[in-house]
């Protein structure tokens, strides 16, 4: 299992626009999260070991803040040439198996991966109500085999203290996991 971590771009970046499917074919698009005080963008898929060690956990973060005033939405753009079990199809089946309260979308052009500069699954980017960022960074410290309870406590903290308008920690870990699995025309970019 390959450990790539997040790029962790600059903290105040504006989120990139997206229009994207989610498991239904339904379009989802920035725009029509706007009314959140908050919105979570997650890097995802259904076949990495990281992602499958924290589907649980993140389903249930979701649920936590859903009434809070996070938008979540999480975004699969493995190339699915490369990737098989990270199709819509299975999108679908893992999002109903984990009661994922949150669009999960399909970037098949890899567009919007490239344009929140993505680099693994899970990657995690939290934005203010102005859409800027405020954390990137890991769920929590747990991985597969290290033993550690999946918690989510970093971005809990993170997401807890914008909610409430206090100031985030700079200071911010990288999440790590596998890498986007990129289509060939996107792999060099």
């Known amino acids: 299992m390959a450990l790539t ?30 009314a959140s005080p908050a919105l979570l963008v997650a890097f995802w ?19 936590d803040y859903k009434d809070q005033g996070l938008a979540v939405v999480a975004i699969n753009a493995n190339d699915v040439a490369k990737s098989p079990g990270d199709s819509p199809v299975h999108m679908q089946v893992v999002a109903e198996e984990f009661d994922y309260c949150f669009p999960y979308l399909y970037d098949e052009t890899q567009t919007v991966a490239r ?14 109500a102005s859409r800027k960022l405020v954390y990137r960074g890991q769920f929590d410290d747990s991985r597969p085999g290290n033993n550690i309870s999946v918690t ?5 903290t993170a997401v807890d203290a914008l909610l409430r308008g206090d100031a ?15 289509r060939a025309e996107n792999a060099a970019a």
């Open 45 to 63: 898929c259904n076949h990495c070991p990281f992602v499958k060690h924290l589907q649980q956990g993140f389903s249930d973060f979701a649920h």
């Open 5 to 34: 971590p997040s790029n962790m771009p600059a903290l105040g970046l504006q989120a990139p626009d997206f229009r994207l499917p989610d498991t239904t074919g339904h379009l989802v698009s920035l725009s029509d999260l706007a």
């Open 115 to 128: 344009a929140y500069a993505a680099a693994c699954t899970p990657d995690f980017f939290l934005y203010d």
């Open 152 to 156: 989510g406590t970093d971005l809990r």
């Open 168 to 182: 985030l920690a700079t200071e911010q870990k990288p999440s790590i996991g596998c890498n986007i699995k990129w």
